[in-house]
């Protein structure tokens, strides 16, 4: 069965220092893998897909399957990065016809000044 | 831009009452979901649906039930609200795009529901 494991609940880091929240997954088919972050007070939202290989508001994410994972990086932290971030996987319903997202537990990041 | 109406933000509903909570999409998507979200358990699927009358179970179907009588309306269902179903529910839409798979899901704000 499909899994997203986010090891990390809470992490907190300083204002311009880097900035890593780990995600794992398990699926037997080809992977498709997406962040999605939730800032206070607004609704979630996509912040990055694998398959686009984009950069968004400095954040990078690479897939990694021989790791089986798709962490997700920034070189310098701003406050307003502060967030609920998710990673999620898309895997083919039960009867192969369409798609869904599994989502793993989130991490809460807190970036202090 | 893509909307995603959830038309109750904060509900409190009693033990063994029947909730309804609505969604509508306005971007014609097939696709509709029904997520709850829950602190230290992320998102959970529920339900969902790929087409009008069509609907699929999720991880955790037991207690819910949905109807998709039209294409941008996907309602959940409490048939008989317990203490453990108070959550935020937050219904999502997006494009089958079965082939191009690497579609995005676009969520409303969410419903904050409380059964005493």
């Known amino acids: 069965a499909q899994r997203v494991t986010q090891p990390e609940k809470l992490l907190s880091v300083f204002k311009g220092a880097p900035v890593e929240l780990k995600c794992n997954y398990s699926y037997s088919g080809s992977p498709e893998l997406f962040w999605y972050v939730q800032y206070s007070r607004q609704r979630l939202q996509l912040l990055l897909r694998h398959i686009s290989r984009e950069s968004i508001k400095g954040f990078t994410a690479d897939l990694n399957k021989g790791e089986t994972s798709f962490h997700l990086k920034k070189p310098f932290a701003q406050e307003e990065d502060s967030a609920m971030y998710y990673c999620?996987?898309?895997?083919?319903?039960?009867?192969?016809?369409?798609?869904?997202?599994?989502f793993g537990k989130g991490t809460l990041l807190t970036v202090n000044p | 831009d893509v909307k995603v109406t959830q038309s109750s933000r904060y509900l409190v509903k009693r033990t063994g009452e029947k909730v309804f909570l609505e969604c509508v999409q306005d971007?014609?998507?097939?696709?509709m979901f029904w997520y709850r979200q829950d602190p230290g358990l992320g998102l959970r699927l529920i339900y969902f649906?790929?087409?009008?009358?069509?609907?699929e179970k999720g991880d955790i179907p037991e207690g819910y039930s949905v109807s998709r009588e039209k294409k941008e309306r996907f309602s959940l269902i409490l048939e008989s609200a317990s203490t453990n179903q108070t959550s935020m529910y937050l219904c999502?839409?997006?494009?089958?795009?079965?082939?191009?798979?690497?579609?995005?899901?676009?969520f409303g704000e969410g419903s904050w529901l409380t059964v005493v």
């Open positions: 999502a839409s997006s494009l089958r795009e079965r082939i191009l798979r690497a579609n995005t899901i676009y």
């Open positions: 649906s790929y087409d009008v009358k069509m609907k």
């Open positions: 999620a996987l898309s895997t083919l319903n039960s009867g192969g016809s369409n798609y869904k997202l599994t």
């Open positions: 971007m014609d998507h097939e696709n």
